[in-house]
């Protein structure tokens, strides 16, 4: 009897295959699916269909390296939202809706948080309902073209998941700033890696600006303009730019990056029962682990 591969076996012919997970949340997404240039699946009502996390995925959001340089995040969304097509490009403002639907059809409605009372200051357990959260989100503005005073006008996106993990590198170079200057070192070897850590931090800032240009429009004689959208280019503009128009830009970037989730929760001190609000943070790395 010959013996058969496991390799040999199509996935269709499992008998084990209609217990599979399945998507078992819809959400809206604040961008109403805007900037999803590779590709976008929604349901007829114009939502995104989640599944639950794997045994693997869990395991990924385990490793704090995974964490910080994005690997994990990418592997989950392609994981449990295989209705978007490069997860890398997942705007910010659907971010923290995802991954709140992702622990929703996980692990269920309720989130346990710890908080401490202001006032008699013990530590406590509490459970929120996460998709009372999800319905304060509000749609983000759909104006994203920035008007110059010299009649340029420039076109962007929010920041993207990818630019959310170099984000978090940019905070990384900044804590390490921080500590440089409170570290035991010379005066030549602190300004010397001070320096450095400055030069990374705003490369980072340049790179994140640039990223999330879609193409900007000069203006010429008559009613013609010239229209810039090569990536280079744009990077090299943003270099050269001077700070009053970057911060116009990144501004606008942000503003179209907020998520418009009402993260204030109302909690009860389960020891003096004084009623206090907190907000809750959705880091992906305390949020799931």
């Known amino acids: 009897m010959a013996l058969l591969l496991f390799s040999e076996v199509k996935m269709s012919d ?16 604040p961008s109403n ?21 794997t045994a693997v995925d869990e395991i990924k959001l385990k490793a704090p390296d995974a964490l910080f340089n994005g690997d994990a995040l990418f592997d ?42 202001p006032k ?39 920041f993207s998941l990818r630019s959310q993990v170099k984000g978090n590198v940019q905070r990384f170079h900044q804590m390490r700033m921080q500590m440089i200057l409170n570290d035991d070192l010379t005066d030549g070897d602190k300004a010397k890696m001070f320096d450095e850590a400055l030069l990374q931090a705003s490369a980072v800032s340049v790179q994140l600006c640039a990223d999330n240009i879609i193409s900007v429009e000069i203006p010429q004689d008559g009613d013609e303009t010239v229209k810039v959208d090569s990536v280079e280019h744009i990077y090299e503009w943003v270099e050269n730019m001077d700070s009053k128009t970057y911060e116009k830009v990144i501004s606008r970037i942000r503003k179209l990056s907020d998520p418009r989730i009402d993260t204030d929760i109302n909690l009860t001190c389960t020891e003096c029962e004084h009623e206090y609000k907190t907000k809750l943070e959705l880091d992906p790395i305390n949020f799931f682990t």
């Open 76 to 117: 989950l969304f392609k994981s449990c939202v295989p209705d978007i097509a490069l997860a890398d490009e997942v705007p910010t403002c659907d971010v923290d809706m995802i991954l709140m639907g992702i622990k929703v059809a996980t692990h269920g409605e309720m989130l346990e948080v710890s908080s401490t009372c």
């Open 33 to 53: 699916g805007r900037f999803y240039n590779s590709g976008l699946n929604l349901s007829i009502d114009d939502e995104l269909g989640i599944m639950p996390m």
């Open 120 to 158: 008699c200051e013990k530590d406590g357990e509490y459970e929120i309902s996460l998709p009372s959260l999800m319905a304060s989100a509000k749609p983000i503005e759909k104006e994203n073209l920035i008007e110059l005073e010299n009649g340029v006008k420039v076109f962007v996106r929010p």
């Open 14 to 29: 499992n008998p084990l295959k209609d217990l599979y997970r399945s998507k078992s949340v819809y959400i809206n997404l």
